[in-house]
């Protein structure tokens, strides 16, 4: 590498050639990704296409939402970036699904889309050793793999792709298309929709990962020959239109909360003026104009062949398939606070260019709007998350990490909180540690990742709360309960995070004594606090007049809600110890799943595809029976026994 220097920005450290993590890619995942890889003190590269396109929003201006803003939350409580870098650039922010209990709240922000990017890019910066490199990754580098047999581990024939997994190539860094290498131990790809981007816009089909920015080709081919099965998915984008060229009266303002409530833990309080989004709706016209040129539509017509996601549909999929709707709501969302650009949130499609103009001028207050950017759909590849393990890791090459939109999922913040747990799991792995691996009990990453492997998804993957089978424990509110100290743990959690973290805790804890001494109109505040007209500051005024307090909002909030759901908790609570004694019970990495003849061959199939660690994980994959589970369950335990009584001989232990 001497005499080929790698592009550098100012603000990183000298380039070096050999890193421990290198990145590939610089969208949400591989940001979150080099964060966390960096400030484990790994040294990590992070090599992107563009580094001034670093963190850009390829679609929808905002971060959050239901499911997706909870994500926000844990990422945050674990020491990750997007909730702070939102926190700062958001223009306006909405706690959505309020009129709803607590466990579905949801977070969403509108974000400054440059100046969202633009923090996120200074922020990876300002870590000393990670170093942001320009350039298109086209090859990741192994060696061929040692034995990985555990002793004493029974001859196995576990196989993935063909391939024995005991003997999997390990990765050694990555090769760029301009020639240059860089070595590394281990790689985490991040590439979003760039492999082999194809994007529709009506007939028209131009090669690209996103508008204006190059496919990533090669790439694709060189993941296949590690061995990676690579399929495709499709997703769209809706027009942007000039915001002079908007007739603001004929719309509906859409108003920010007041006051806004932060994302970060780490955010006292937001103070800038917020912007006004706006709704509007499609009408039976404009419905019209779309079904009389539905055979245009790449959809359609049969020129992608990919499938997109079925809740986000284009709106030629909800004119088509929601035939006796007679309108569709709009949202008009800026793109910045100084941005010329409004995104039409609710119109994705990739009809052709003069079908858009007819259907935006055919929608109220849009009638003379100027189309900045046409709507367009794209397909690309993923790789089926039945070749990734819990850590992320591929289960073909050591070493080899997937995050974000190449393991299926869609949006910013699935994407991110992978890449936050990629970037840990491949600093992990190179010290040789086990792998963080967040459960469904404690958080919807934990979900969201148990969901991939045991189910691989066949259309892009978003977060909703109804995946989640613990909503009212997994709220947004008390992420940082959950999971702050395993991030203090991992080592994600600097030592501001975790003072605050503590006096919060501090805080709860003497709020939780004082309203279970306290008492008001005869009865104990904690079962005052239970009944519906109980309002946070009625009960800060009986507690200043007890001599208690005061407390800090977040901590009233955290106390009201554990004691309004006191009951539901304590079920949910025992209904998680019950999944824990399923999780409990571990699977030995190599199970020779083809010699458990009592299993059907369906399972045994199933089984040796996933490779799940645990007992429950083994039950969630798709197709299994519970009669499959106990069968596995059997083996086990006399596996165990049998082990047991083996090491008790050779020990001479009784
Ligand atoms: C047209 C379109 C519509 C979308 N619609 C929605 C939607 O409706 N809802 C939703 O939630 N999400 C949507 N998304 C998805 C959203 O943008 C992604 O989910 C999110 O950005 C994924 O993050 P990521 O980090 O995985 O990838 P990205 O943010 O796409 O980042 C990928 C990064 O990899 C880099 N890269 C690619 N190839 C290479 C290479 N070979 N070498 C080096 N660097 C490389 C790129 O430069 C880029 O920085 C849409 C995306 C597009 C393009």
Redesign the pocket.
Known sequence: MAGCPVGRIPGTVAVRKVYDVIV????????EAAWAASRLGATTAL????LD????????PAIGGLG?GHMVREIDALGGLMAGIIDATGIQFRMLNKTKGPAVWGPRAQADCGDYAGKLRQSLQEVSNLDLVE????AVRTVPGRDERPQREPESRLTHGGASILKRPSVIG?T??DGRALDGQAVI???????R?L?HCGEVRTEG???G?P??N??SAALESLGLELRRLK???PPRVHRDSIDYNALTPQLGDDPPVPFSFMTDALDRPQVCCWITYTNERVHGCIRDNLHRAPMYSGQIRSTG?RY?PSIEDKVGRFEDTARHQLFLDPQGRTHDWIYCNGI?TSLPRDVQDAVVHGIRGLERARIMQYG???E?DFVPTHQIQASLETKCVRGLFL?????G????????G??LIAGVNAVRYLRREEPLVLGRDEAYLGVMIDDLITRPPDE?Y?MFTSRGEYRLHLRADNADARLTPIGRRAGLVDDERWRRYQAKQRGIERMRVAVAAVSHGGRLLKDWLRRPDACPAELKRILAAAGQGPFPPEVVEAVVLETKYEGYLARQHRQIDRFRRLEGMEIPTHVDYSQLSELRREAREAFARVAPRTLGQAARISGISPADVTTLWVYLSARNRDRRSVSGENTGCS
Do not use: D, W
Not at 24 to 31: D, E, I, P, S, T
Not at 403 to 407: D, L, P, V, Y
Not at 409 to 416: L, N, V
């Open positions: 590939v890619g610089g969208g949400h995942a591989g940001a090599v992107t296409l563009k396109a670093m963190g850009r929003m390829s679609c929808n997706k350039g298109m990754v086209e990555v760029l298309g790809v991040t590439t979003g929709t760039f492999l981007g994007m990962g996103r508008v920015e496919a990533s090669a790439l997703t769209g984008t996601p986000c994705a367009y759909a794209i690309y995050a974000g939109q190449i393991n999922t869609s949006g910013y913040e699935e994407a991110a992978q890449g892009p978003r």
